[in-house]
């Protein structure tokens, strides 16, 4: 079942169960000015398939700057961060404050044990803004922009059946819709007298998209569709726009079919309309290189020839400690996701005109 489906299928349960689950944490220092909303889309490497552990790994980062960002998330050097000062729905099952278990979850209802780009996007955010925050959160893997998140204006395929296109896009607009609607319910603490504003949208897709050379071919058309009916349905014409270029397996795999996909994220740099508003970022330069090295051996790195040079004990170790999954979900490496959500977080902020 598809998420547009179970999250209209929770919503009568969440609606009861809103006042006793989704309080806003006691104690919290609640943050004044109207509500920041964020909405972050996509498909499974929004959701996140970094287990926790393999954050630790950022503090080993060559970049001094970098390393230090674990003592950020790990301020006692053994416990995650949370904050009160962050809210986050997630595809309409979780509705808490900002932390760790936010990521891909086996059972949608219940915090699991990995993170995507939401958790230091929020943490960010946070950090440079003067009022509440709240994310909601709408993926699933497997999708496509050019049959599941379709946007209307895209229009249909040429003998397609409505109801199998844009089921994903409906569950966005219906479960941001429904969060709005139910913001006291859901968090009781908001200020319904100071409001709330759609500020930005992040979007981080593409990889189902590789393997239909018509969704390839459309991504660039289809993506400037998608933000142009997102501002219009919420009526957020000046909703500030971050895409993630895609970037598995790293900068050397600028060939093929991804490099269409990339080219039709890079697309909106290109859109006169989007200039200052909309902005696609390189995700592929934030992967470890040793990790691509020596995950790419052979193909992507030649230099590396693993009959001749085979992984060595230490390395090993290494990779144990910074991956969790396979290429096409970033290594589940911690270490890049947050690096991801930062720096979603500042260009959303330099799209913002937030003063550093």
Same mark, same amino acid.
């Given at each position: 079942m598809r998420i547009g489906k179970k999250i209209a299928n929770r919503s009568v349960l969440l609606a009861a169960l809103a006042a006793l689950i989704l309080a806003c944490p006691a104690g919290a220092a609640q943050k004044k000015g109207p509500l920041k909303v964020f909405l972050l889309a996509g498909q499974s490497n929004m959701e996140g398939h970094a287990e926790l552990r393999t954050i630790d790994f950022l503090g080993e980062d060559p970049d001094k700057d970098r390393a230090a960002l674990l003592k950020k998330f790990k301020p006692d050097g053994k416990t995650l961060v949370t904050r009160d000062d962050v809210w986050v729905v997630s595809n309409g099952a979780v509705f808490d404050k900002l932390q760790p278990g936010l990521g891909a979850r086996r059972d949608a209802e219940t915090l699991g044990n990995k993170i995507g780009p939401e958790y230091a996007f929020g943490y960010f955010m946070a950090e440079a803004l003067d009022q509440q925050i709240l994310l909601i959160k709408v993926a699933e893997g497997g999708t496509s922009l050019y049959q599941n998140w379709r946007p209307p204006s895209a229009g249909m395929p040429a003998g397609a059946k409505p109801e199998e296109f844009g089921d994903l896009y409906r569950a966005l607009v219906d479960n941001?819709?429904?969060?709005?609607k139910d913001l006291?319910? *859901?968090?009781?603490?908001?200020?319904e007298k100071a409001g709330y504003e759609i500020c930005g949208f992040v979007w981080f897709q593409g990889y189902n998209d590789m393997f239909d050379e018509t969704a390839r071919k459309e991504y660039g058309k289809n993506l400037v569709c998608l933000i142009k009916d997102l501002r219009k349905e919420f009526k957020a014409p000046e909703m500030k726009v971050v895409v993630g270029v895609m970037g598995v397996n790293g900068p050397r795999n600028e060939i093929g079919k991804q490099k269409e996909v990339r080219d039709g994220h890079r697309f909106v740099n290109t859109v006169p309309e989007f200039k200052g508003n909309v902005k696609a970022i390189e995700t592929a330069p934030l992967l470890h290189p040793?990790?691509?090295?020596?995950?790419?051996?052979?193909?992507?790195?030649?230099? *590396?020839?693993l009959t001749k040079n085979p992984i060595t004990p230490e390395e090993q170790a290494m990779l144990n400690r910074a991956t969790s999954n396979l290429g096409y979900h970033y290594f589940g490496e911690g270490r890049f996701f947050i690096l991801l959500g930062k720096a979603f977080a500042e260009t959303m902020q330099e799209l913002m005109g937030v003063k550093k």
């Open positions: 941001t819709h429904q969060t709005l006291k319910k *859901r968090f009781s603490n908001y200020d040793k990790v691509l090295e020596l995950n790419c051996a052979g193909w992507l790195y030649p230099e *590396r020839d």
